[in-house]
C-alpha cells in the first residue's frame, strides 16, 4: 500500500510522511538498531532484531506491494493524540505488554485505522 503525505508539525515544520521501500530497507535497519539502542521505550533491543538489512528491504517490498497492510513507525512524544488526530482508535491496552529491561513492564495501547 502506498502513503505520501506532507503534514505541518505544531511547532511549524514540515514532515513527509511515506511508506518505506525496497531501496529504503539498509537505512532503515540501521535508523532501527540505532533507535532502540538509545531509549527503553520501545518493543525491543537491538541484539533481538530478527532481520538483517536484506531482510528489512523485503519487509518493506511486501508491505508497499500489499493491498491492505502498511508499517508506519514512529516515536513522538504525544504519539496517542498524533495517531487520534490521523483517525486511529483504541481497541485495548495491554498493561504487562512490553517489560523493559530498566523500569520494568510497561502498558501498550493497541490502535488501528479502518481502511
Not at 500500500?1 to 525496497?22: P, V, Y
Not at 528491504?57 to 511486501?62: G, R, T
Not at 482508535?89 to 523500569?103: D, L, M, Q, T
Request: proline content about 3%.
Amino acid at each position: 500500500m502506498r502513503f505520501n503525505q506532507r503534514i505541518t508539525l505544531k511547532n511549524g515544520k514540515e514532515a513527509w510522511l511515506r511508506n518505506g521501500d525496497e531501496s529504503d530497507g539498509d537505512v532503515v535497519f540501521e535508523i532501527f538498531n540505532a533507535a532502540h539502542a538509545e531509549t527503553d521505550y520501545l518493543l525491543s533491543y537491538p541484539d533481538e532484531n530478527s532481520f538483517d538489512p536484506q531482510q528489512e528491504c523485503q519487509f518493506l517490498k511486501e508491505k508497499t506491494e500489499s493491498p491492505n497492510e502498511i508499517e508506519i513507525l514512529a516515536v513522538v512524544d504525544g504519539t496517542i493524540s498524533l495517531y487520534r488526530g490521523f483517525g486511529f482508535v483504541e481497541f485495548g491496552r495491554n498493561p504487562k505488554g512490553f517489560n523493559s529491561r530498566i523500569s520494568g513492564f510497561q502498558e501498550l495501547v493497541n490502535m488501528r485505522l479502518e481502511l
